[in-house]
């Protein structure tokens, strides 16, 4: 299980998920190739070599992250797969930063706030723990 983040196009004016306009279209990100560039050079430890999935995992951290690029060359979002503890926001945050781009938090179900983040993984995480102890 992971806790997924979904990068895409969201429009900067919208505060929360529900100012998002219905009839929004998310631009288009640009190419694959320019936003690892830019992913690389704010975490020069993801592993690229296979472009439409990267991987930071260096068991030193407490966490990892694999992002899903997706196949085409031309990008319209793509998704943040973390697993492990609250370093793994500020890693989330570089990406963001270094691609320009919002994403949206799949256990709060907002925009991903670095602040809000950390509540966010300690919910998904105690969710994790509530499932394997079934």
Known sequence: MSWDIFVQDFP?????????????????LGSRHELIQKIKHALPAIDFSNPTWGILDDPNTGYSIELNMGEDETMDGFALHVRGGDAAVE??????????LRALDSESGEFFDCNEAYRSLEGFTAYVAQVLNR
Do not use: Y
Not at 14 to 27: G, R, Y
Not at 93 to 99: M, Y
């Open 91 to 100: 890693s989330i945050s570089a990406i963001l930063e270094a691609t320009g």
């Open 12 to 28: 900067k004016t919208a505060q929360s998920v529900s100012e998002i306009p219905e009839d929004f279209a998310p631009a288009s």
